[in-house]
């Protein structure tokens, strides 16, 4: 049991029943092999913990983002909650250390395997969960969504203000945005902006919120220009 006091320091979080965060870390290879055909492994809890997440996720973007509309909501909380997001999420907590795999899964190094730890990761939501409410889950959650997004937002590219930088050199140049469509339903309403330098159109741009679509027409702009993105 000193192995999951370990990781238990290194989630945070104490379980009330150790049980839960066993069948947590216990790969289906595990149970298959062992000789109690009754050991649970964590494939029920996965699908138990994907449905967590998809919950905490979701409050936390409505929350966060009041502006956003149904179709920006569901495609930031699908980035969140891939298999690239959720394995790097388990990396952060050595989660391939403590996991518990068959003798012939350890040799493919199974544990190491992406859509094993975002599985595990899962389980582990579901495990915490179960034994401390939605609360603990939230606690536990909560700080690598929001790492996620900060780093999701570092690596974007503000094409508007680059744009009215390279505009500005010139103060002849007089620059507007003008919403010119919008089509869907309400809940993934599409927006169609175009971009007019001096009444020259320059840009075109379509997106589920003026703002992005404001950001395609300004990086249509650019490029026009011959500018390196």
Known sequence: MAALNEFEE???????????LTEALTHSS??????NKKRKYNERMEFLGDAVLSFISAEYLY????DWQEGELTKKRSSLVCT?????????IDLADYLIVGKGAALTGIENNATVLEDAFEALIAAIYLDGGIESAKSFVLPFLALDIKKKQASFKDYKSRFQIVIQQNPDEVFQYRLVDE???????????NLYVNSNLVGHGVASSKKGAEQEAAREALELMGIEL
């Open 63 to 66: 929350n966060a983002h009041p």
């Open 10 to 20: 290194k989630i945070k979080y104490t379980f009330t029943d150790k049980a839960l």
């Open 30 to 35: 595990y149970a298959h092999e062992s000789a």
């Open 84 to 92: 690239e997001s959720l394995s790097e999420f388990a990396k952060m």
């Open 183 to 193: 089509y869907g339903p309400d809940h993934d309403k599409h927006y169609v902006v």
